[in-house]
């Protein structure tokens, strides 16, 4: 049997930054394209990613990891980038007016 000189602690901390990518990730989409169907992915890819955080960033601090510090300011950054901005929680199309003439009848 091969022997492994894996860290859990390093493995929590590669945990860690992936679901940090993913919180950006999902952030960006979900304020970017807010119109779309990848807007309501991105909100549901936006809660998992904060879940993962909080979760993998406990594990590395009881490894006394800083990256326990990290995935917390990730998940502060992430919720103020979340709730500053547009107005309504989901985004409404603008109504277009249309303008149309009415035939002239001959009478």
């Known amino acids: 049997m091969v022997s492994s000189d894996l860290r859990i ?10 679901f940090q990518v993913l919180g950006v990730a999902t952030l960006c989409l979900t304020r970017l394209v807010p119109e779309t169907r990848w807007a309501d992915r991105g909100r549901i890819g936006f809660v998992f990613a904060l879940v993962g955080l909080g979760v993998f960033g406990a594990l590395c601090g009881r490894f006394d990891s800083e ?7 990730t998940m ?16 409404t199309a603008p109504r277009v007016l249309r303008i149309v003439a009415e035939p002239k009848s001959i009478a």
């Open 67 to 73: 990256f326990a510090l990290f995935a917390g300011g």
């Open 9 to 18: 602690d390093g493995v929590l901390e590669v945990v860690v930054m992936l």
């Open 76 to 91: 502060t950054f992430l919720l103020i980038g979340m709730i500053i901005g547009g107005g309504p929680g989901h985004a």
